[in-house]
Every structure is written in C-alpha cells, then in structure tokens.
C-alpha cells in the first residue's frame, strides 16, 4: 500500500494511505477522544467523540472512520470540534443510568468509600477495609462512635427499608485496627525535606498532620493543653466515646513520628514570626479563639472571622493556612476531618510548588432515586435482605464497660452484606467519566429515557449494566472477533436499544474467553468484574 501525507492540526503526517485518521494522528502523538472504537476493529461510528472537521468542511466527520488520504487538511482543536464532542457527550450522559461514588460516599463530608469498605468487611477482610477507611478517615474507632451519619441519611437501601450501619461497620474496622497486634500503618511517600508547624491538637489538626506525614512531610505539633484530642475530650458522654477510644486512636499517630509538644501557646510560648521564620509552612486550627491575638500576631480578620482564601486555605500570609472552626461554625467531627485531609491537600500543593486548588471534585454521574420496586428486583438478586442488625445488648465492647455495645464480627459482615453496592466499579478508568470532565459536559443538559438502575451481580463474576451501556457496539464486535459462539447482540430500537446476551443466558456463557477484552474496550463501567482492585487513591483530588 502506499503512503500518503496529511496534516493534522498543522502538523504534517506520513502513513499508509486508508489508515483511520484517528490511528495515524494518535501515533504521531495527538490525544482524540473516542469510545466506540478499537484500533484494529471495524469503527462503530455510534459515539461522535472522535469528530474533526476535513478541509476546511463545516461538516465534521468521525475520525475512526475516515481513511487518510493524500492532501487531507484535518482540524481538531477548534471550537466548532468540540462543541460537537460535547454536544455528543451530554446527549450519551441524558440518560446514562450510574453513580461514579455511591450516593452514601458523595453525602459522607470525609468521601469515605463506603460500599468498598462493606465489601471488604462483608469478606472478612479486615486489613484492607482499614486502608480504604483511613483513606479519608484518620480516626474511624472515635469517628464510627459520634458521626451524625450524614451518609446513612444518603444511603439507597433506607428508601427501601433502613439505612445500611455505616457508621457502625466503621467504628467495628476502627476497633478491630486497634485490637490488632500488628495496627494499620499507611504507606509514607519519600522525605521531602521540608517541615511543617501545625498549632492546635484537635481532630482537625490531627488529621492534617496524618496526612502531611504520609506526603513525606516533617509535621512538628503545637498544643496549648496537657491532651491531644481538643474538644471530644468534652463534648460526648463516655457511654459515647471511652476516653481510652480517644488515647488509643490518637496514640497510634506517634508510631507514625508524630509528636505532640504540650502547653505551647501561640501568643505565648510560641510566636507565629517565629514559626514562619523556622517551618516551611505553619497551619492554624486553634478552634474558636480570641481575634484579639491573631491580630496581634499579624493576622487580618474579616468582621469575626479570620481573613483567609476559601480555595487555598491561606491567611494572609502565604505560608500560613488556616483550617477547622477558626474558619467555619460546623461543629461536628467529621467535618473536622474533612477540613483537616482538604488543608493537607493545599500544604503539599503549597509545599511541593503547584497550584493551590485544594480538593478537586470529580464528574459524578448521578443517577434518579431508585424505586422501591427497583430496589426489591436489586434485593431479590443480589443482597442481604434482612433488615438492620443491631449490635447484641450483651454484646460488650472490648474497650470500657461502660459503653454502647458494638457489632461483633459476624453481624458486622451480616450488615455489611445488606448494601447494595451503588457505586461504580470503573470510576478511575472511565472514558465517559475522563471525557465529560474534559470537556465539561453537564449530565443535566438533555433529558433522556430512565432505563432504571442495575447494580452488580454479587453472583456473577462479570455483569452487564444496561444503565451505563452507550451502546457503542465494541464487546458485540469483540465478543464476535473473538469467534464467541454466544457473543452479544442488540434489542430493541432507538432509545430502547439493548446489548444482551442471546436466548437469556448468562454472562459468562456469552463471553467464555473474551469477557476480559470486553470489559477492557468497554467506555464506561457497563462490563465489568464484581472482584475489582479496590480503589486506595483518591478520586477526589488530584494532587
Ligand atoms: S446501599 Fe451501600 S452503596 Fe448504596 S448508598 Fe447505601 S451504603 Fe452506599
Ligand atoms: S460508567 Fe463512568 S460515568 Fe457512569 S457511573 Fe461509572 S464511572 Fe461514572
Ligand atoms: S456494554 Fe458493550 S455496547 Fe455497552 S458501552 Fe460497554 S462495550 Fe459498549
Ligand atoms: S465515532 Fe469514532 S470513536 Fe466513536
């Protein structure tokens, strides 16, 4: 065959002459979106997120399926492109039938991964249900005993019956973590050589502090008390919160490296010039204070509250931040939390010279509230259908007399198995997802058909979601490539076209060796594996 020259967005290309566009501009380095087409597959055509426009045509085509030819003049990075991407994106997401994070995790203040840790809990996993808790979560024994449980207000079963226990599954991993010999210690970055002052031992500055020293960070600690812990020492009642719970948990933070130096007093003891003059950064989280001293330590305020940016948590000095209720009237611990892990994200995007943009959120594809009938075929196929459990009365706890009993291990997996798994297994590899950010295509824009929600098959290892199917045609391609005597096939017409499995037969018979190819190539999380690797980055920042 004979090569032929193009130009693509300027640049001259050399390939043989018929190659998709899309092939020859992505070797020659140029990024084109694309979610129907597989290189050396026949192009779908079905997605419109590869188009670009040819000679100068207004028209715009789809790359996967035009040759190169000699002469061509190829435009991709132009507006009338990528008004059309989007255009096409919005359109898939008006009735894309998904939620990337559970609806528990995107109401949970600390955006714990919820249904990954009662997967792990369910399985009796209880070093890896540690790691996804403490991923968010420094303290899940004294979190899992006081939160108000905004995530059970968000969670999907309490429409159907009652809330899944998340707070109490937490509290369970957090209790087993500190019964255990060998407690969860978080992998720590390399050094960085850089030190950081963090004045206050609340939850807030606890928190920070964990996560600065997982970043590589030399984290000094500052309190004015002889106690770290600050006010749980005092708001909760000890049925509620052992003492001990509290000297256990933030205890485990010196095995980590991390000091406490008590009674130090900024305006006192320790002076903020000083602090800035000998740390890299300095972090605030003093609770509610006097003005008066801020002031007097060259801070500005702004009517009662402290001047600071609300995106980069910087006061006005650049290399003082400020977090926790010096800032904010929440009072409730979790939000604590939340503002300690946000802070540390700010200091190292400080520290290690980014921007400052503190927590990014993700595209989170939100799917309608399911309907009791919905959820019943959800139940009868795939979980626990009993109703909440209950930690025994005579259960005990393994820390004070005195307290509210919690889950033995048995229930805590028997609760455990009663979610039903909302979030989405493909989130961090998701071209929809990836594409629809990068864009910035509003799932809301266009109103399409509800196709109704499908959870994961706990029965099945592979699972087909029609909910997230885009109808892209690439498994019924490959499955057929991969001479499936099954394979997959369409249903239906137009907005109420299928890909199913012919005759009604399971997944797995369809794909026999081309389910892992299948859930590969597939764009969104329609294919995919029930036993995923569990997610311990986190998908909400980018740092
Ligand atoms: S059922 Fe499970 S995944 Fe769904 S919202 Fe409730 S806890 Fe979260
Ligand atoms: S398929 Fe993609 S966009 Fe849809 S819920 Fe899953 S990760 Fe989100
Ligand atoms: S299930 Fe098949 S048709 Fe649907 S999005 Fe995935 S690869 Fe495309
Ligand atoms: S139309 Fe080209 S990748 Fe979908």
Known sequence: MSKVKFTYDGQEIEVEEGTPVIDAARDAGFQIPSMCYEKGHCAQNSCLTCVVKVNGNPNVVPSCSRPAEEGLVIESDCQEVWEVRKTALELILSDHIGNCYAP??????????????????????????????????????????????????????????????ICSVE??????????????????KSKKGKKVAVIGAGITGLTAAYYLTVEGYDVEIFESEGKAGGS?????????????????????????????????????????????????????????VDSEMLVAQGLEMKGKKLKTDAQTMQSTIPKVFIAGAMTHNKDRKVYSIAAGKSVSIC?????SGKPIVGREKRFNSVTPPMSKENIHTTLEKVVNQEDRYAPAEEAGTPFSKEELPGFEPTVAAQESSRCLHCDCRAKDACDLRDYSELVGASQKHYKGVNRGFNPLNQDDDIHLDAGKCLQCGLCVQLSQDAGEELGLTYKGRGFYTEIVVPFDKPLSQALTHSAKACAE???????????????????HDKC
């Open 347 to 351: 200091l190292t995007q400080f520290l």
């Open 104 to 165: 528990c995790t995107a109401v949970c203040p600390a955006r714990m991964e919820i249904p990954q840790m009662l997967r792990q809990v369910t399985e009796g996993d209880y070093e890896s249900a540690i790691k996804t808790v403490k991923r968010d979560i420094p303290f899940p024994a004294i979190l899992g005993r006081i939160c108000p449980e905004a995530c059970e207000g968000g969670c999907r079963r309490g429409r159907y019956d009652t809330p899944e226990a």
């Open 521 to 539: 190539a597939c764009p969104t999380g329609a294919i995919s594996f029930k036993n995923e690797s569990p997610t311990y980055n986190n998908p």
């Open 171 to 188: 509290r369970f991993v957090g209790d087993q973590d500190l019964m255990s010999d060998s407690p969860y210690m978080p992998e720590f």
């Open 232 to 288: 749980i020492h005092t708001q909760f009642s000890r049925s509620e919160l052992p003492e001990s719970i509290i000297d256990k948990e933030i205890a485990h933070l010196g095995k980590m490296g991390l000091e406490v130096q008590h009674q130090k007093t900024l305006g006192a003891e320790i002076q903020l010039y000083e602090l800035c003059e000998s740390y890299d950064a300095v972090l605030l989280t003093l609770g509610k």
